[in-house]
């Protein structure tokens, strides 16, 4: 097993007298891109939310490095934990170069240049745009790059795709991919079942707050809990070159 930089050990958290996660144990592993997959409200981003720190877990811990994420000062554990939460709104109409200064300075030596970060997202004619002015997937793209440039060890992304066209979610899913192989520890939750096969090296299925199965992508997609944890019927199709594609049947 691959080193595990962060740890979920049995979380629980309710919200109103409803349970939101439910016993979920979890470990995100240096060098592994995991995906947390399920239906709405099943609870992914209440569990990403309790592994990077955002919510207390009521039962339960989360470890980071092997030790408790609670005793870790605010500024390190800012460092150590990228976290793309699934909404974002600046409390400022920021520029896109501003806000990738931001992530910029809290990266050590050997960050990239401004230039350099912006062409990785595909954002060098953005530079100057206000938050205000960008497009859905601009934004996502400038939130991204501006998480990233620390290069953090750790990556939590709460559906950074959703707002991307197919090109730019494949980019993205690959850059992630990129992040583990260099040693990061990567979480996505991702609605998309065929980035999550092409890009995951271990999937999180969650339903109702619970953690159903967690395996490999193969394991996990080709289960017939996915069809009934998703009440549909899955096609699928394994691809000439290894890996699958999932489409509803209708
Ligand atoms: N503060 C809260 N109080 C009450 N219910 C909450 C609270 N936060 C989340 N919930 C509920 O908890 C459930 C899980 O929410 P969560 O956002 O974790 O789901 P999700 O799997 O990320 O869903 P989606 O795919 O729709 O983003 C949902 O039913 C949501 O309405």
Request: proline fraction near 6%; glycine fraction near 12%.
């Amino acid at each position: 097993m691959a080193e595990v930089a962060l740890e979920g050990k049995g979380l629980a958290f309710s919200a109103g007298g409803t349970p939101l996660v439910q016993g979920v144990s979890t470990a995100l592993e240096r060098g592994r891109v995991l995906g947390v997959i399920g239906p709405n409200g099943a609870g992914k981003s209440t569990l990403g939310k309790l592994l990077v720190g955002q919510l207390a877990p009521q039962a339960g811990e989360v470890m980071l490095m092997g030790r408790p994420l609670a005793a870790w000062p605010r500024r390190e554990r800012a460092a150590l934990i990228g976290h793309l939460p699934q909404h974002f709104e600046p409390h400022w109409d920021y520029r896109v170069d501003e806000l990738l200064r931001l992530g910029l300075d809290r990266a050590g030596r050997g960050a990239p240049t401004l230039e350099v970060l912006a062409g990785h997202f595909d954002l060098g004619a953005l530079l100057k745009r206000h938050w205000s002015t960008l497009s859905g997937g601009e934004r996502a793209r400038a939130l991204t790059a501006a998480v990233l440039a620390p290069d953090p060890p750790v990556v939590l992304a709460d559906e950074p795709a959703a707002a991307l066209d197919v090109g730019q979610a494949a980019a993205l899913m690959a850059r992630l991919r990129k992040l583990a192989d260099g040693g990061a520890a990567v979480a996505v939750v991702v609605h998309d079942l065929n980035l999550a096969a092409r890009w995951c090296d271990r999937l999180l299925l969650m339903e109702a707050g619970r953690a159903v199965t967690e395996a490999g992508p193969a394991e996990v997609l080709n289960s017939p809990e996915l069809d009934r944890v998703f009440a549909t019927r899955f096609q699928r199709v394994a691809l000439p070159e290894g890996g699958m594609v999932l489409a509803p049947a209708g």
